[in-house]
């Protein structure tokens, strides 16, 4: 297996530096407190929106923040809420269409039906509605994108589960008596992995850019936590006096977004030898 | 008779449709009722007292029970009345006739300039599998899709706008006023929205276009000596039409959604603004109302593309 | 009566001069937009502002949001007016006495006319003021709570009879309560109203597209030449304060109010523009729930107080335009107290102090509620630096205005403090009241100050002259600083954009502007 990744690498030069990219990232976030050389609430009325220099590598935000630093930690936070979107996103979707997808019949209609609502109205009023309703801030805020993905991992499921569900050796494991979870569990869940890490890396990309929304509306993360999409925010703001603020936040999200999108794009092609490049 | 199979189809999909309309409206009121504090405190305004407050409440029947609120929202929506705005008094079917041409201009225009670019740079990449012109065209398509569209909007309005004059950076005109103002209103909104657009219909169109031309019977053309413009013409795009149509439809609906942030970059008076600006003061008709619009717009989209499918090739049903 | 002392011209901190001073200066300095010209301006031309809210209604009576009045005012006149810089009250469209303190006398002025062709009579004043007294749908019963009966006791003389004095009620006729509404109007549109109003002001109503655009246009007779210079009024509504500049800064409006002073540079790099900043009400403050643990304890809010570095304030949120608030009334205002100034100087040692003698030596921890808007984000991050270097740690709980205010002020509770503003009303009463009696609303704590309080308050109402009022008004500010109800921080000073071709805008102390004596060359 280990061999199968790093031929993989060594083949498609897009996916390994976006991996090593990651990495990267991961690592700067994991080691914020470290690596940032101020802490993010300090501030400096005194040198606002400096220029970058050596004392600020990235120069100074509206309050004299640095913003070097405010982009350590706001790349941690912004890390962290993807995972956060994702992860909920597996956590109800997986199920959901598992149980749609082997079930069939009315259990199917109905829950299909569903996904459908959820999917035809605006996401953003959903996210606004969660996060209304449990309160604004990071976590929540993702909770909400989260289950804004769901449908979409649902139905990615589903479809594969359809495709198991005809074939012989889980008609097999149904005479011999085995029970539904473990049927789901053994056979058709390992079946759907495969789809699922490809449309993992690409709404890794969306939780991204679906945080840099929220908090540019002001609903995801709390001040004065800095993430990319709220400096943004600021940086919207101040875009006559000072808009090269809009750069570092900016570049970054384009880049990561990026980078998972490559990545996944990679992931697809490896794993489906059958789709044509 | 393909005609009377199309009315199936129809009304098979409106069927359909209303489990839907109830579903995501009524979800949609469930959260917002979930959440805390209610339109009453802000009518009350300044010098709001206790009981003034109360009053409010028993005013507007924001006290009576869920799903009688609800109930009643559906009924009068059925008959076509959706009902005024707790916040302004304005009839929603009025905020919404106005606001909706703006964010369809927008929409319609991004989706034209991704096709107008989109298109080509596939057949582009097409031409010539793995050579350097399909690399660089997936290339900017991944930068495309990867692009924050509001960013993008930023970068615009300090590009275009605010340095040069040479487009407003604020609002929109309605097309009443006249086509030129509104488009001019209107392009950096949709250039904005459009790269995402481009970058997904390029990718589509290249990957569809790739696996139709290496298929045997357009290898059979090839080895008659059709020349690949001719082929690529006749018989990869008409083809690849299929595919084009969903990528079409799934822009369109993501557009729809996408428009909001943008929106707010430019302060247009659009469907998203209004619908973030309803939710946030919870001005509970007006997020119904444009629920209830949004989910018939994308309804009747995916029944048009189903219904075009069938026409443009008969072997799907 | 005797007028209040001249403290118009004591020296403001922040600029080091007095406000006569600073008009003349703009003047000076090449700012000659706004100056008016001689004689009476030439009409026309159509202004268009940047208007930074919705109307909540454009009735007087039913709406309720502060950002209301600068569109009211354009179609609807006052029983009663102000002076512009102390908000000291005057007659409007009716000259007022008080015969005695149960008795208000209003002799309204002839040949006023509404909109609609009705005359302005005491008949049309007795159906408003009954309106606003009884009517479902009226937000300002409160404000007219101590009236018991209006008499027409004349065509043009209207009675009004009060349960108990309130000598606060001519500035209150200067406010939503005196602007008066034509009855037929009323009782033909019913609900409509709201949206199609029919006032006796300059202009008259156009239309309004809900969240876009309000349009008022002249109207056909106004009582008065000297008001009214400008055809038509348009408002366009962005409620992004940055965004609302640009459009001025591009020429596509000629006016933007409420510009957040941070973005003054802006103004200043514009040359086309012109700018116009005067003290407002608009108080920055820090509203405290009494009875939540903590904020109970004296030591703990006097801890705040001295924590606050308000200069500092000033100069990281509002640019330098605006004026530390020591108390909830500024330095022009007629009930201003300048010896309550030096009680809560900068001094986080002493903060640190009173905090380990309430018992909370290694500091506190407080919630505080604010909103999303990134104005509000940038106070609440200046605010809560500040605090935290006296062991104040402030934990913000964002979110929308109505769901904040409401879960400060309703029944939740939920946090020790807001960060938010008080708009200010035309007489402090009105102000100390809704803040400070036993069930105000805006009294988050529903907290009994005490029997002092309630005999000022009702005092504050009934002392009739001037010098008589302002005497209870510093006893009243006096307690509430004392026991710290409150945490001020500074006052907003109007910062207003315009295009060179608008000229004669004065800015007024309420801070919301009017338009009368615009003229657009």
Redesign the interface.
């Known amino acids: 297996m280990v061999n199968r990744f790093f031929a993989f690498l060594r083949r498609d030069l897009r996916a390994a530096v976006s991996l090593a990219f990651l990495l990267a990232l991961c690592v700067l976030a994991l080691c914020a407190p470290l690596i940032a050389p101020y802490p993010v609430t300090a501030q400096d009325v005194d040198n606002t929106l400096a220029a970058p220099s050596a004392a600020h590598l990235l120069g100074t935000d509206d309050l004299g923040r640095d913003v070097f630093s405010r982009m350590v930690h706001g790349g941690a936070a912004t890390l962290y809420a993807s995972s956060l979107a994702v992860g909920i996103g597996l956590l109800l979707g997986l199920p959901v269409g598992l149980l749609a997808g082997y079930s069939g019949g009315w259990l199917d209609d109905g829950i299909s039906r569903f996904i459908d609502a959820l999917l035809s109205f605006p996401s953003i009023v959903l996210a606004i509605a969660v996060t209304g309703a449990l309160g604004i801030g990071l976590t929540n805020g993702m909770i909400a994108v989260g289950i804004v993905f769901s449908p979409q991992i649902a139905r990615l499921v589903r479809a594969r589960a359809l495709v198991v569900r005809q074939e012989l050796y889980v008609d097999a494991a149904r005479c011999f008596g085995a029970s539904t979870a473990r049927i789901l569990w053994r056979h058709v869940l390992p079946n759907t992995v495969q789809p699922v890490i490809v449309q993992v890396t690409l709404l890794l990309a969306a939780a991204l850019l679906a945080e840099a929304s929220l908090s540019f509306l002001g609903l995801g993360i709390q001040p004065p936590q800095p993430s990319w999409g709220s400096m943004l925010a600021r940086a919207y703001q101040n875009m006559e006096l000072a808009p090269e603020q809009m750069y570092a936040p900016g570049l970054a999200i384009l880049l990561t977004a990026l980078a998972f999108n490559t990545l996944g794009e990679s992931l697809r092609v490896a794993l489906d030898p059958t789709t044509k490049r | 008779m393909a005609a009377s199979h199309r009315l199936r189809v129809i009304r098979r999909r409106l069927l359909?449709a209303v489990?839907?309309l109830v579903?995501?409206t009524f979800?949609?009121f469930g959260?917002?009722k979930?959440?805390?504090?209610?339109?009453a405190?802000?009518?009350?305004?300044?010098?709001?007292?206790?009981q003034?407050?109360a009053?409010i409440r028993a005013?507007y029947g924001l006290d009576r029970p869920f799903l009688v609120q609800y109930g009643s929202w559906l009924a009068n929506a059925v008959q076509g009345d959706l009902s005024k705005?707790l916040?302004?008094?304005?009839k929603v079917a009025?905020?919404i006739a106005?606001a909706f041409p703006n964010t369809l201009l927008i929409v319609v225009l991004a989706m034209s300039v991704a096709l107008a670019i989109g298109v080509p740079l596939g057949m582009l990449a097409a031409s010539r599998?793995?050579g350097a012109r399909d690399r660089i065209v997936t290339s900017v398509a991944?930068?495309g899709?990867?692009?924050?569209n509001?960013?993008l909007a930023?970068?615009l309005?300090?590009w275009l706008?605010?340095g040069t004059?040479w487009f407003?950076?604020?609002?929109a005109k309605p097309l009443a006023e006249g086509l030129g103002p509104a488009l001019h209103h209107a392009i950096l909104p949709a250039l904005a929205l459009a790269a995402g657009g481009v970058a997904e219909v390029s990718r589509q169109l290249r990957?569809s276009l790739?696996?139709i031309l290496?298929s045997p019977p357009v290898r059979t053309l090839r080895a008659k000596g059709l020349s690949p413009a001719a082929i690529l013409w006749k018989h990869g795009l008409k083809n690849a039409g299929v595919n084009l149509l969903t990528v079409t439809t799934l822009l369109f609906?993501r557009l729809?959604?996408a428009t909001?942030?943008v929106e707010?970059?430019f302060?247009i008076?659009g469907m998203?603004?209004?619908?973030?600006?309803a939710?946030?003061?919870?001005d509970l008709p007006v997020?119904q109302g444009?629920?209830f619009v949004?989910?018939l717009v994308?309804?009747t989209i995916n029944l048009t593309a189903d219904l075009l499918y069938t026409v443009l090739d008969p072997r799907i049903k | 009566m005797s007028d209040a002392t001249d403290l118009h011209d004591a020296p403001l901190p922040a600029v080091g001069l007095s406000r006569r001073h600073l008009m003349a200066l703009a003047g000076a300095m090449g700012l000659p937009g706004l100056a008016s010209a001689q004689g009476t301006p030439a009409k026309g031309g159509v202004l268009k502002v940047s208007a930074s809210a919705n109307p909540s209604s454009l009735d007087p009576a039913t709406g309720g949001a502060g950002s209301d009045h600068t569109f009211l005012w354009t179609m609807f006149d006052t029983l009663v007016e102000w002076d512009y810089e102390t908000l000291k009250a005057k007659p409007g469209m009716a000259a007022f006495n008080f015969p005695d303190p149960r008795t208000l006398v209003l002799d309204i002025k002839p040949g006023i006319t509404f909109h609609d062709g009705t005359p302005m009579d005491a008949a049309a004043v007795k159906f408003n003021l009954d309106r606003g007294r009884t009517d479902q749908r009226s937000n300002i019963k409160a404000d007219l709570q101590n009236v018991a009966e209006v008499v027409v006791t004349g065509p043009l003389q209207a009675t009004i009879k009060l349960a108990r004095p309130d000598t606060a009620l001519p500035a209150i006729l200067s406010d939503r309560a005196g602007m008066m509404v034509s009855p037929k109007a009323v009782q033909a549109l019913g609900q409509e109203h709201d949206r199609k109003p029919v006032g006796a002001g300059p202009w008259k109503f156009v239309s309004w597209s809900a969240n876009e655009k309000v349009v008022v246009t002249r109207a056909d007779k106004y009582w008065r030449a000297d008001r009214g210079f400008v055809d038509g009024i348009e408002f366009s509504i962005i409620p992004e304060l940055a965004t609302g500049l640009r459009a001025v800064v591009a020429g596509q409006n000629d006016f933007a109010y409420n510009v957040p002073p941070r973005l003054m540079p802006l103004i200043d790099k514009a040359k086309n523009l012109t700018k116009v900043t005067g003290p407002t009400l608009y108080c920055l403050q820090l509203y405290f729930n009494t009875a939540k643990k903590g904020l109970d304890n004296l030591k703990v809010r006097q801890a705040i107080n001295f924590a606050l570095d308000r200069p500092g304030f000033v100069k990281a949120s509002l640019a330098g335009v605006g004026e530390p608030a020591y108390m909830q009334l500024p330095k022009t205002h007629w009930a201003y107290d300048p010896t309550l100034v030096g009680l809560y100087p900068h001094n986080i040692e002493k903060a640190k102090a009173l905090l380990a003698e309430a018992g909370y030596k290694d500091g506190i921890e407080l919630t505080v509620g604010s909103y999303t808007d990134q104005d509000s984000v940038r106070r609440s991050e200046i605010v809560g630096e500040q605090l935290r270097k006296a062991g104040i740690r402030l934990k913000f709980i964002t979110g929308t205005i109505p769901e904040i205010s409401g879960q400060m002020f309703g029944n939740e509770k939920k946090f020790d403090m807001l960060l938010s503003a008080w708009t200010g009303r035309p007489d402090p009463s009105m102000t100390y009241s809704l803040m400070y009696s036993k069930d105000a609303y805006f009294n988050a704590g529903r907290t009994d100050h005490g029997a002092k309080m309630a005999e000022l308050l009702a005092e504050s109402r009934v002392a009739e002259r001037i010098e008589g009022r302002k005497l209870i008004f510093w006893q009243l500010q006096r307690l509430i600083m004392e026991q710290a109800l409150v945490a001020p921080l500074a006052f907003q000073y109007e910062l207003v954009a315009a295009g060179q071709q608008v000229k004669g805008y004065k800015p007024n102390l309420l801070g919301k502007p009017k338009y009368e004596f615009i003229s657009k060359a």
């Open positions: 359909q489990p839907v579903l995501a979800v949609v959260l917002l979930l959440m805390p504090g209610d339109i405190i802000t009518l009350a305004g300044e010098n709001a007292t206790e003034r407050i009053e005013l705005s916040a302004t008094g304005e009025t905020s106005r599998p793995d991944s930068l899709i990867a692009v924050p509001f960013w930023m970068l309005v300090a706008a605010l004059g407003p950076a604020t609002g990957s790739v696996e290496s609906n729809l959604a909001v942030v707010a970059v302060a008076p998203g603004n209004l619908i973030v600006n939710a946030l003061t919870r997020v444009v629920v949004m989910v994308v309804i």
